[in-house]
């Protein structure tokens, strides 16, 4: 079968499900998405680390650097309150990206960032360069106003949304908010984790974006930066749709 068939089948499976099998796949998949987001940025995040971080909000005989730590434990409060903010059809705003910016990012600035007043929660406070790339994202002047046009946008589609508008809001909002780039850290965390709100607000499975798979995914989003093209991401989030739930599916 082909991507769109295969694709299709997987949101009547997720459609199908009732609420208590649900929830449990919600469960597993937190854990999945926690590691592969926090891989993406950190090397350094490994498996082992994330699942005991997820059972018992702890590590035992672990002598490594402190940032993995806080990186798996911040997705995973996140995760706790984007749930909530779901269920409660909380408003898709300003206020929502700030606060999940400031979970995912407490304690892992950098004493640099620090002192050049760069802070979980806040807007970049400069303009940041990649060694080798051009400069990142808006300016740190226009980065805030385009974070809340976003937003605007995003809630006038929320009402209604199906399934099939799901994707499509998800990944313009995703590609849009890597190309604005508001934070000096973090930007990514962010917009896969919002992302995720607003595939479960269209009653769409969350995604996860694999480790492995993030050349193709920078690819994606560089496609939308460069020409505008959104659809080379749509189709890289219904085969990463495919791959997060096939397992479960196949089971």
């Not at 269209?202 to 020409?227: K, M, N, W």
């Amino acid at each position: 079968m082909d991507l769109k068939t295969l694709y299709a089948a997987t949101l009547d499976w997720w459609q199908d499900l009732d609420p208590e099998t649900r929830s449990q796949e919600l469960e597993r998949f937190a854990r999945r998405f926690a590691y592969n987001s926090a891989r993406i940025e950190d090397d350094a995040v490994t498996l082992s680390l994330t699942k005991e971080i997820f059972k018992t909000s702890g590590v035992t005989g672990y002598s490594g650097p402190l940032a993995p730590l806080y990186e798996i434990q911040n997705q995973k409060d996140c995760w706790v309150r984007l749930m909530a903010d779901v269920d409660s059809r909380r408003a898709f705003d300003e206020g929502l990206v700030l606060e999940a910016h400031e979970t995912l990012t407490f304690g892992t600035y950098s004493p640099t960032q620090l002192a050049d007043g760069e802070r979980p929660g806040t807007y970049k406070q400069g303009d940041y360069l990649i060694a080798g790339a051009p400069e990142v994202g808006a300016s740190a002047e226009d980065a805030p106003q385009l974070v809340r046009d976003l937003c605007d946008e995003v809630a006038s589609a929320l009402p209604g949304l199906t399934r099939g508008k799901a994707l499509i809001v998800a990944a313009y909002f995703h590609c849009s908010f890597e190309a604005i780039h508001p934070f000096s850290d973090g930007s990514g965390l962010t917009g896969r984790e919002l992302m995720n709100y607003i595939l479960l607000a269209g009653g769409h499975p969350p995604v996860v974006i694999y480790d492995e798979d993030r050349r193709a995914y920078f690819d994606c989003l560089e496609a939308f930066t460069s020409d505008g093209d959104l659809q080379p991401f749509k189709r890289f989030l219904m085969a990463e749709t495919l791959r997060t739930w096939r397992e479960s599916i196949g089971g």
